[in-house]
DNA sequence: TTGTAGGCGTTATCAT
DNA sequence: ATGATAACGCCTACAA
């Protein structure tokens, strides 16, 4: 295959005139330029993007590291991220944790080692190796965070959307209101308990610790966890899930009790993934941005890219959750 | 950041030896092994993959095309892609085509510019554009392939898939039978469309042109399909769809017009992604292993890689697909 | 506007 | 078993 310097021999030109036909045109002579041109186009001459990887010492990867790929909703941050990652040159290097700690430690090392360029973690639990990681490369965290941390970030606010989603419960009627929370070791979930206690603090509504069970963001969970609350002698008449999946899961335990959905239970999800509103009942649960984030993220690390600024703490973007309400909730009367 | 000739000199022995450390310990003796490492960890030395990549004219990177990340049905062929990939020391970069042609043919000029050592490709219009790539390069296609050509490729037998979906109903007593298609330029849906018409023939049913119909792989599409299919005059007792989503957009037209499924119309769908078992009623649907159509993929392409085999006429590998019975077929009685 | 030349950090070849 | 040296192909001062 030809190179550059092939290019310059036919062209009667210096191999630094055909670069900057390559990168800069506009300094280079309409005469010289067509020649280069021409010799390029009669090799079919194509620029190694290896040796200038090596050169410019980058190599226009961007790492995505996430938790699931299987979970539309990343990869609806996964497309908002890939379009202005694609604007500006940059490409998307897939980095799946499936959840595992060690993978996430793994991918994390592809900076040093220069084979992403930055990375954006869209799951973020090895909190320490992050931050330190962070002082020598541009990171942005999507979605998840880290607690009292600096680094910029990219998220909805989860307390607040969640305080939305049970004061909505609370508003119809609902007194007895369970919450079904995602793994309590993810910072997310941690929020959205919050949210939710704080909502029924706000109604002097009793909290009771039975009716707050752990699901692991999966419709298997939101099933058994489901289950277990009605069995419970005082069984709530709403639930709030900490996510979508859960929550559809928990619509099917009901079912699955001759129960139904909102007659009996009233039911909020989380998220607002593409199959909330096609199950039936159609979900009632909160909209996150997906794709803004995603852009945004995007947008935020070409900026510390380019600027190589240490003063990140400014770009941070915290989006409103909106409550989309759709099926799953229904009045309480108060007769019970 | 320190390079190989700093750890070189700590050390006190050459970077040749240094790279060697790296690339193939065992070729050293063990007490300059001792002294290297040592200094390695002293200079937190990390090896930079920019230049090695331009050394080795490769960089490790696996293009995987795909048509719609949103899609969990290629999630889990990325999964299999990615295990296969990672186990071998590749990783993936994703390319997200969003059904844009354009976009298919900008990500495979990729393999020209080195930005990645091959292909795996999970949509392929630009038939001609691909067959010329891979003289010179190594490409696998998956899940869709390219009529009449010899490329290496993985997938499912689509036709005798489609013809068991469509005997499935047949064999409920169903005469009737419908059939919605994704578009038809994908072969994939030509194949699924074959299937469907060779077991009706076989089973002397007469193939009605107005049972066919066009959607665009859609939920929405399904249902606005299958709602001028209810508007028939003779409408079908039974419905295949081509893929899942089409088949819910269905069901959802079908229980909108008040009738039921599978009562009153069944229906099969194609894919068996994930929410096929957890929607209501749950899906009849042909399933594919996609888990399994990604890692073979990937390792049909490594062994291209490896071997730089031109004969890669046998590297093809058809899996059947399998009927998932569920709820949404019943048996027709022959009142009608 | 164009050319010259050095170097990015590694690995492979050839000696020793 | 180890060292010296020459690429890999490009970009970018600097010089002309």
Redesign the interface.
Known sequence: MANMLDVAKLADVSPATVSRVLTNPDIVSDHTKDKVLKAIEELNY??????R??RK???K?ILVILPD??N?FF??V??GI?QVASENGY????A?T?DELDLEHEYL?YL????ADAAIMLTSRNVEAIEELARKHQIVLACEYIKDSQLPMVSIDNIKSAYKATKHLIDLGHQKIAHISGPMDIILNKDRFEGYKKALLEANLKFNRDWVKEGEYT?DSGYSEMEKLLQLSAPPTAVFASNDEMA?GAI?AI?NSNMKVPDDIAVVGFDDI??AS???PALTTIFQPTFEIGKKAMSILLKLIKEEKEDFQLERKVYEGELVVRKTCGAKNNRD
């Not at 490409?91 to 897939?94: A, G």
């Open positions: 194509k620029p190694n993007v290896l040796a990887n090596l010492m980058e190599n990867n790929i299987t539309t990869s609806q996964l497309r890939d490409r998307v290097l897939l799946d499936k090392t040093d080692l220069k084979i419709v559809i099917k079912k593409k199959w096609i199950y039936e």
